[in-house]
């Protein structure tokens, strides 16, 4: 089993774990951005509570959650190594002919500061919803249902927590911009025929996924106040 532990610490290796682990990701993206479409409905909450419900008490939900957390740890992790390793790898060298910035863009430079931005959001989000959502006494709406829509109403309306959510959407796009790109080269999924298509598809799932998230807290924002 040598082989295999040399392989998955590799940096290769290593690189190929981001890449799963990062498209997996996006399809949890995907599902969170649907379910939280519920907010728009001008019911009240009762639909997004409803939903909330749902993910909360459904056990095939709860099992995806485990597979959602490990995703999340083994992409920070390796994404933290590699970082290290990259910048042991340059150490103090200076470069006299090669410019950096002639050779990556701005968001492949900057992927640990994009994705230190999105750790922060995370662990706040995950707190005021999660977490209260989960193990505070909230109240329950007319179907019998916690009232999760009301800390929505509440957290929307705090400048900088809008702020903050924004923020992070910005750096998520940037994020998803490269990421999303570079995880099907890494796979091997690099064509002169399809690497176009894959090109547009990630840049429109950068955009839409992202004004979508961003788009929740800016309506609660300007137009619930």
Known sequence: MSWINKTVTSSIGRKVIMSVTGLFLCSFLVVHLIGNLQLF?????????TYSHFMSTNPLIRVAEIILVAGFGFHIYESIVLTRRNQAARGNQKYVVDNIGQNSDWKSRNMGL???IILVFLIVHLYNFYYRFHYE????DSQNNKNLYGVVMTSFQTWWYVLLYVLAQVALCYHLLHGFNSGFQTLGLNHRKYTPVIKMVG???????CAGFAAMPLYFFIFKS
């Open 114 to 116: 994009l994705g230190s």
């Open 137 to 140: 006494p909230l109240p329950f």
């Open 203 to 209: 840049y429109a799932f950068s955009i839409i996924v």
């Open 41 to 49: 409905k001008g019911d009240g909450g009762l639909a997004f509570n």
